[in-house]
T-cell receptor, first 112, second 112 residues
Framework: NAGVTQTPKFRVLKTGQSMTLLCAQD?????MYWYRQDPGMGLRLIHY???????AKGEVPDGYNVSRLKKQNFLLGLESAAPSQTSVYFC???????????FGSGTRLTVV | KQEVTQIPAALSVPEGENLVLNCSFT??????LQWFRQDPGKGLTSLLL?????REQTSGRLNASLDKSSGRSTLYIAASQPGDSATYLC???????????FGKGTTLSVSS
C-alpha cells in the first residue's frame, strides 16, 4: 500500500537550473497539494489541485508551476531555481477538500 | 485569511507526565480542525480530526478539543512516553475550504 510517493527524495541544484518533482498517489484521491516546509516558517501551501486537469495557487506560488494531467500524478516544476527555494517539499492528497490528508515522505531540495 | 498559531514552540517533559498543546485560529467559521504528528525527517501523519459540530475527539491517550467561539483547540496527551517525542501540528481549512493551513508546530521531547 504505497499511498503518496515523492521522487526524488534528495536533490542539489545550481542556481538557474530547472527540475520537476513528481508526486504519485494510488488512493484515487481527487485533491492533491504541494507544500514547502522551512525552519521557523512551518508548512506553506504552494499550489493545489481539486481534480484532474485543474490547478490553483496557494500562499507561496511564485517561482513554481504545476500540472495535473493524470488524476494520480501532481508535478511541481521549478523553471529557474533560486537559493530561496532551498526547502523540504511535501506532497499530500485527500479524498475531499481538507479531509483525510495523506502525506508523502518529502523531497529535500538544496539550491546552491 | 485564516491564520493558525501554536504555543509553545517547544516543550520538554519527563516520562509519565500529562501535557497540553495549544492551537489558536483567527477564522472561527471553520468546519474542522486537525492535528498531525511529524517525526524528524518524515512526512506528516494524521492524528485526530474534529468536526465543527463536535467539541472533542479521542484516540488512545490523545484527546483533542475544539472551542470555535474562542478560536482555540487543545491536544491533551496522557501519560507521555518517549515515543511521543515528535513535532505536533494543528491545521484548519483555508477560507475557501480547499486546503489546510498549518501552524508552525510544537516540538515535544519526552525524557525517560
Amino acid at each position: 500500500n504505497a499511498g503518496v510517493t515523492q521522487t526524488p527524495k534528495f536533490r542539489v541544484l545550481k542556481t538557474g537550473q530547472s527540475m520537476t518533482l513528481l508526486c504519485a498517489q494510488d488512493m484515487n484521491h481527487e485533491y492533491m497539494y504541494w507544500y514547502r516546509q522551512d525552519p521557523g516558517m512551518g508548512l506553506r501551501l504552494i499550489h493545489y489541485s481539486v481534480g484532474e486537469g485543474t490547478t490553483a495557487k496557494g500562499e507561496v506560488p511564485d517561482g513554481y508551476n504545476v500540472s495535473r494531467l493524470k488524476k494520480q500524478n501532481f508535478l511541481l516544476g521549478l523553471e529557474s531555481a533560486a537559493p530561496s527555494q532551498t526547502s523540504v517539499y511535501f506532497c499530500a492528497s485527500s479524498e475531499r477538500d481538507s479531509y483525510g490528508y495523506t502525506f508523502g515522505s518529502g523531497t529535500r531540495l538544496t539550491v546552491v | 485569511k485564516q491564520e493558525v498559531t501554536q504555543i509553545p514552540a517547544a516543550l520538554s517533559v519527563p516520562e509519565g507526565e500529562n501535557l497540553v498543546l495549544n492551537c489558536s485560529f483567527t477564522d472561527s467559521a471553520i468546519y474542522n480542525l486537525q492535528w498531525f504528528r511529524q517525526d524528524p525527517g518524515k512526512g506528516l501523519t494524521s492524528l485526530l480530526l474534529i468536526q465543527s459540530s463536535q467539541r472533542e475527539q479521542t484516540s488512545g491517550r490523545l484527546n483533542a478539543s475544539l472551542d470555535k467561539s474562542s478560536g482555540r483547540s487543545t491536544l491533551y496527551i496522557a501519560a507521555s512516553q518517549p515515543g511521543d517525542s515528535a513535532t505536533y501540528l494543528c491545521a484548519s481549512p483555508n477560507q475557501a475550504g480547499t486546503a489546510l493551513i498549518f501552524g508552525k508546530g510544537t516540538t515535544l521531547s519526552v525524557s525517560s
